[in-house]
């Protein structure tokens, strides 16, 4: 296994007690071209898994450049009102009165869209953003980043909508929320969830993740609080309430590290076969340009035959693809394999059954063994 002896403490829980569970030598940033080592660590305490080589030397300045141009949603209409969207939309809803009293923030805002959702449906409730990145903000925004003491007011709901798997330290970041919180407030956290990543094989060891969040490690780093609503499907979404302090404890299980070893053996090796198609002639399809797409093809793009690449794409409707150059296919075939650019693993089966019966010479969610 790999060093661990620099390690910092377990953000979680403090201890020192960790297992290298994950390593790679290239990894990116979703939106930069810059690559770094990538290490990740397992608390043989409290189970938590987190990116160990975020806590050393040059990340900080790597993370400011990659925030700097965070343009995820730049591709979509404003409001993206995605399905995944929607399923926050709703749950936030029921917890939201219409009433010209109840204060809503939300931390890493981006450009507003789910506030400016919610202000459609609740149009009498008083919403605030903070975002950091140099986006175009289409609702009240405060242009920082989140830090104690920048704001004075007490807020019924805050929202952290894939926002809390970035942040380092996040104990600390709940005890600053906690001040600001009213007594009866609640927080909204959605965040990716790591039994996902490593059942279905998804690309969620990028730089910007630090955290690496189970249901029940959520639960650990959120002690003096209960989860008053809790879904575990493509994410983890969960509200929580002020508690008294607990003492839920969450613990390691041997077995990630066994997992992590599949999940590493598993994508090496669908990569190597669609290597081997490009290499055989076989077209290979991009479903999906947008940003899973561009960090997928950082990594393929040196290593793949791209003239005999295309793309599909329901909604980006030119010709040629802006950033490798790729055509468009205009029809399914038989020589096709198509990639499903999505890292969801819902939206990756609805594209799935949506092509399956298309005669295709294979089809790739990555990196699930087909
Ligand atoms: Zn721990």
């Not at 869209?113 to 459609?120: A, G």
């Not at 289409?138 to 920048?150: D, E, W």
């Not at 965040?191 to 490690?217: A, Q, R, S, W």
């Not at 329901?314 to 650019?341: H, K, M, P, W």
């Amino acid at each position: 296994m790999f060093n661990t002896e620099d390690s910092p403490p377990c953000p979680a829980c403090g201890s020192l007690d960790q297992i290298a569970v994950y390593e790679k030598e290239a990894a990116y940033f979703s939106n930069l071209d810059i690559s770094s080592k990538f290490a990740a660590n397992a608390c043989r305490q409290c189970g938590f898994v987190f990116q160990s080589s975020a806590y050393s030397g040059s990340y900080d300045n790597m993370l400011l450049q990659c925030y700097s141009n965070y343009n995820k949603y730049q591709l979509f209409p404003f409001p993206n009102r995605s399905a995944q969207n929607a399923k926050t939309l709703e749950i936030l809803l029921e917890r939201i009165p219409n009433d010209h009293c109840f204060n809503i923030l939300e931390i890493g805002s981006n450009r507003g869209d789910m506030l400016f959702m919610i202000k459609e449906r609740r149009p009498a409730v008083n919403v605030l953003g903070i975002e950091p990145a140099g986006v175009d903000c289409r609702v009240p925004t405060i242009r920082a980043a989140f830090a104690n003491g920048l704001l004075s007011n007490k807020f019924d709901l805050i929202i952290l909508q894939h926002v809390f798997e970035h942040i380092k330290n996040p104990r600390k970041l709940i005890a600053d929320i906690r001040h600001i919180l009213s007594d009866t407030g609640v927080i909204y956290i959605e965040v990716p969830n790591l039994d996902n990543t490593l059942g279905y094989c998804l690309d969620d060891f990028i730089l910007e993740h630090v955290n690496y969040f189970t249901v029940e490690t959520l639960s650990c780093v959120l002690d003096d609080f209960s989860p008053v609503e809790l879904y575990s499907e493509d994410f983890i979404r969960a509200v929580y309430a002020r508690a008294a302090a607990s003492q839920r404890k969450s613990s390691f299980a041997p077995s990630i590290v066994e997992r992590f070893h599949r999940y590493r053996t598993n994508r090496q090796e669908a990569i190597e076969k669609i290597c081997r198609d490009s290499a055989e002639g076989k077209t290979l399809v991009f479903y999906g340009v947008s940003y899973y797409y561009k960090m997928l093809m950082r990594e393929l793009a040196p290593v793949l035959n791209l003239q005999k690449c295309m793309f599909y794409d329901d909604n980006y409707l030119q010709a040629y693809e802006q950033e490798y150059g790729l055509r468009r296919l205009t029809e399914f075939n038989g020589s096709c394999v198509v990639i499903i650019c999505s890292n969801n693993f819902i939206v990756q089966d609805e594209i799935y059954n949506k092509i399956c019966g298309c005669g295709l010479n294979g089809i790739v969610r990555p990196w699930r063994a087909s």
